[in-house]
C-alpha cells in the first residue's frame, strides 16, 4: 500500500471528484489508518479494527467514483458490488460470502500482474527462442547440395547455429511478425460445471477443487501469426516460472490486511420503518443477518484457502429515499461507525465538473473528435448553459446528479459525432461550441415535457 497521507489521498481525488469534500476526508483518514496499524505491533494490530463507512445520497453525487479512485491510488484489492444482488442463505442467488471470493480473486490477479512483471524478461526470451524453434524445427540435412556431398557434423552444426542466430535477429526485429506458425497447445477447459444449479463460485471450496481437477486436459492445434504466438507463448513461459503457491498466500494476505469492498445500494436491503415487516422486508433482513457476521469479522472458505474478514474495509452507499439508516438492523449499524452525507450538486458544481477534473466530458468529446482531426473549443457560454440544462433537468426531472451532464452532452454532440468524418473530410478543421448552439441542440426536448422524461 502506497504510504499516502490524507491531505495527498484528498488531493488525488479532487483531480476527478468535485465536491463532497466530508466524504473524502473520512475516506483518507480510514485509509491512512489502514497503513498506520500496520506499522504497530502484531499484537496491537490485531486489536485495531478498520472503521468502516456509510455513505450517504442522491444518486450521480460522486459515492461510487470516491471508492473506485480510492481503490485505484492505494493499489489494493478491491470490488464493488450491489447489496440488492444478495439472497438470503437457502435461496437461489449470491450468498454474501461470494463477494470475499470475489475480492481474493482481485487480490490474486494483482498480484500475479506484479509477479508477472519481475519475470517478464526472462518469459519473453523463452517465448522468442520457442518461436525461433517454430520457424527452423530441426537442423538441415548433413548433404550439402551445392558441392553435391556430405558434410561433417560439426559443419552442419555451425550451418545450423548460423541459420538460427539470423532467424532470431528477424524475430527480434519483428520482421516475422506476420509469418504464420503452428502452435501446441495444452490447456484445462473452463467450463462452468453446474450442480444442483450452482456454478463452481458458489459450491463448497473443496469440491469445486474436485471438479476442476476432474477435467481433463485438452491439447489443440493452432495456427496463427508469429506476432500472435509470441503473446500466447509468453504467457505460457509466465505462468511456468511463477510459483503459484507464492502467489496465493500473498494474495489473501493483502485481502484480509488491505482489502476494500464497496457495498452499493446497502438502502435497498434496509427495512422501512413503514413496510411493517412484510413482504420482500424479510428477505432482506436475512441479507443483513448473513452480512453482519463477515463485516463484523469472520472466516470464510474459498477454493484458495481460508480468508479472514477482520481487517477488510467495508464503505457502504446508498441514495436512503424511502428509509433511512437506522432501518438497518442494530447491530450492522454498529459495525458503520463513519457516516457521511453527499450533497446534492447544483449548477456551480457542473461547471466545475465540466472544466476541472482530467477526465471532464469536454475534455473527453474534444479527444475523441481529435481522433478524426476535428478541433473543438468550448466558449464559456456553452460551459453554462449545459450545466444550467442539466440542473433543471434534475430539478423538474428525476435528480440522477452529475449522471445527467452525460446525457446533455452526448445529446449536443449527437450530430457532430456523426457528422465529424464528413465535415473534416469537406475542410472543416475547427468547431466553436457556443452557449447559443447548446440550446439549439436540446431545445426540442426540453420544450416537449413527456418527451424529455424519456431523453434528457
Known amino acids: 500500500m502506497e504510504n499516502l497521507t490524507p491531505k ?152 545450423y547455429e548460423r541459420t538460427r542466430n539470423r532467424l532470431k535477429e528477424q524475430v527480434l526485429a519483428g ?74 498466500s500473498e494474495a489473501i494476505y493483502r485481502t484480509e490486511q488491505s482489502g476494500i469492498i464497496f457495498l452499493d445500494e446497502i438502502d435497498k436491503i434496509a427495512i422501512s420503518s413503514q413496510a411493517g415487516g412484510k413482504g420482500p422486508d424479510v428477505s432482506r433482513e436475512g441479507v443483513q443477518r448473513d452480512l453482519l457476521p463477515i463485516v463484523e469479522g469472520s472466516t470464510v472458505n474459498t477454493r484458495h484457502g481460508v480468508v479472514h474478514t477482520d481487517h477488510i474495509l467495508f464503505v457502504a452507499a446508498g441514495a436512503f429515499h424511502v428509509s433511512a439508516v437506522s432501518d438497518l438492523m442494530p447491530e450492522l449499524q454498529g459495525r458503520f461507525p463513519i457516516r457521511v452525507e453527499l450533497g446534492s450538486l447544483g449548477k456551480d458544481e457542473f461547471i466545475r465538473i465540466l472544466t476541472e477534473p482530467h477526465n471532464a466530458l469536454t475534455k473527453q468529446q474534444q479527444a475523441l473528435l481529435g481522433v478524426e482531426g476535428l478541433e473543438i473549443e468550448f466558449d464559456n457560454t456553452a460551459i453554462d448553459a449545459i450545466a444550467d440544462l442539466a440542473a433543471q433537468a434534475n430539478a423538474t426531472l428525476e435528480n440522477i446528479g452529475a449522471r445527467r451532464l452525460m446525457t446533455i452532452v452526448e445529446k449536443v454532440f449527437e450530430e457532430i459525432n456523426f457528422d465529424a468524418p464528413e465535415r473534416v473530410e469537406a475542410g472543416e478543421k475547427k468547431m466553436e461550441i457556443t452557449g447559443d448552439f447548446v440550446r439549439t441542440q436540446v431545445a426540442g426536448i426540453v420544450e416537449d415535457e413527456d418527451l424529455s422524461k424519456f431523453v434528457l
Open 8 to 159: 495527498q489521498i484528498v488531493e488525488q481525488l479532487d483531480r476527478y471528484i468535485i465536491g463532497q469534500a466530508d466524504a473524502k476526508r473520512a475516506v483518507a483518514v480510514a485509509i491512512r489508518n489502514r497503513w498506520r496499524r500496520q506499522q504497530l505491533s502484531d499484537e496491537m494490530a490485531r486489536e485495531v479494527y478498520p472503521k468502516n463507512i456509510i455513505m450517504i445520497g442522491p444518486t450521480g453525487v460522486g459515492k461510487t467514483e470516491i471508492a473506485r479512485r480510492l481503490a485505484t491510488l492505494t493499489g489494493a484489492p478491491f470490488i464493488k458490488i450491489e447489496a440488492s444482488k444478495f439472497t438470503e442463505v437457502g435461496y437461489h442467488g449470491r450468498d454474501v460470502e461470494s463477494m470475499i471470493r470475489d475480492l481474493l480473486d482481485q487480490a490474486m490477479s494483482l498480484v500475479r500482474e506484479e509477479m508477472a512483471k519481475e519475470v517478464e524478461a526472462k518469459a519473453t526470451d523463452e517465448a522468442n527462442e520457442r518461436i525461433v524453434d517454430l520457424l527452423l524445427p530441426t537442423p538441415p540435412s548433413a548433404f550439402n547440395p551445392s558441392s553435391g556431398g556430405y558434410v561433417t557434423e560439426e559443419e552442419s552444426g555451425e550451418q
Open 175 to 248: 520482421k516475422l511478425d506476420d509469418r504464420e506458425v503452428e502452435l501446441n497447445i495444452t490447456r484445462r477447459p473452463q467450463t462452468q460445471v453446474m450442480f444442483a444449479n450452482m456454478g463452481l463460485d458458489q459450491m463448497d471450496p473443496d469440491m469445486a477443487n474436485m471438479f476442476e481437477k476432474m477435467l481433463p486436459e485438452q491439447s489443440q492445434t493452432l495456427r496463427t501469426r508469429v506476432k500472435e504466438a509470441r503473446r500466447i507463448l509468453i504467457e505460457q513461459e509466465t505462468d511456468a516460472l511463477l510459483d503459484k503457491e507464492k502467489i496465493v
